[in-house]
């Protein structure tokens, strides 16, 4: 294998733990010396050997293979924003979906007495 795609997967592995997304094309390329393309031609191989996931047709689609089950924190605050959530990312925090706080006020609930088993109520012996 190359030096530099082992310097390139070690890069994407900090910049996950850094930053919790992965880089674009453009910061990998700076990263590491190299053109955009030869960064593409690296990811391909990376792929390639199962050493990164890319997901296809999604910006920052790189995942490494022990988190791929994992969203990023842009995945999940899109995912927030979709349902209706206000998302905050500088502080990292999300407020209700619900729209009107104001909402009305349910009646207490009325304690409903425990019927006995076997009272003879439903006439069978006990």
Known sequence: MSSRKFQLLGWIK??????????ATREMAAAI???????????RRLEAEG??????????GIRLPEMADE????EIAI????RGWKVN?????ATGA???????????LVHIPDI???????????
């Open 14 to 23: 900090g910049y996950f733990a850094e930053h919790g997304v992965s880089p």
């Open 33 to 43: 010396g190299v053109s955009t393309t030869r960064v593409r031609a690296l990811l």
């Open 51 to 60: 050493l990164i996931i890319r997901l296809k047709g999604v910006e920052r």
């Open 71 to 74: 969203l990023s924190d842009a």
């Open 79 to 82: 995912a927030l924003v979709a």
């Open 89 to 93: 990312p500088a502080t990292r925090s």
């Open 98 to 108: 619900f729209p009107d706080r104001n909402l009305p006020q349910l009646p207490p």
């Open 116 to 126: 006995e088993a076997g009272n003879g109520d439903d006439g069978k012996p006990d």
